[in-house]
């Protein structure tokens, strides 16, 4: 799919305006500020060819974590970044790889799928007047709607991790809610990291593009902002990592309470059954000359001394308090 957008010229100067884009002859007629490829065919990159002389290689959204190859520079002039984007659904939470171009003043950007970060900066940009001058605010705007989205997502995770919360630290925690519990949480711990590595990800784009001198005074500082803003949210991240953690040794607390209980249990039964097969196993013995096997009170007296011996320790561990 091939989004193009332009820049309105007249009374709402800065909104963008996107195009309709049907054949090569319909991309020759506009001059973009934006030319958004997802997931391109081979021959919406043709066009991109012969309209703007620009070569896309197949493999620009591969997985390559060196910076180097992330961020560079060619002699033609064109500014590579590639930086990695959130996608927050109730589904599989991801980070998608994105590759941007800057090129001739026309940002170009190639991912596999849509992002949520890109359709919301479209809604701002088509209802705000102003909001973009040119190509490099239309990526710097990306990057800060990136932080925003992935402060909403913390914000998320904060507000499921409190109805976790409130599951595990009641008072009694079976073996279902504990496990549901812990599954909730490796969900919310997994999020958490990707948006972690999402505003790092973002933070060394935004500080390549200051280093660079592509950014006049008022970018600048609007690029500072954003690295400010990604640092508040490595804290935030930092402290939901903390409380990941303390609900993980909760729960894991409570799992090990309820089998300790299980296994108090069986041990209480094994020592209290220990004195009757004492007893049972004495009156077993095929001796000759045992008293009690040829009066008729032997087997009654043998019944209540084995009753007698499983009340006794029962009676003491429940004084002692071991049964609770």
Known sequence: MLNVFTLDKGRLSGRLLQEEIDSA??????????????APTAEEI??????FGLQIPDNIVDDDLEESARFYEEDNGEL??????LIDDDITPRNVRVAFILYNKVLFSVHAEDLPVFRLLRLRARRNPALIEDAKDVLLKLYDADAEYSADALEGIYDSLEKVSARVLKQDVDDRAAGDALSAIAKEEDLNGRIRRNVMDTRRAVSFMMRSRML????????????????SLDSHTAFLFDKINFLMDATVGFININQNKIIKIFSVASVALLPPTLIASVYGMNFQHMPELSQTW????????MVASVAAPLIYFRRKGWMR
Do not use: C, K, M, T
């Open 25 to 38: 002859a319909d991309l020759a007629q506009v001059q973009p500020v934006w030319v958004d490829l997802e």
């Open 298 to 305: 032997g087997y009654p007296f043998a019944l209540g001394l």
């Open 46 to 51: 043709g066009w991109i060819a012969g309209r």
């Open 80 to 85: 590579h970044i590639r930086s990695d984007f």
């Open 216 to 231: 006049n005074a008022e970018q600048f500082e609007e690029a500072r902002q954003i690295l400010r803003d990604i640092d």
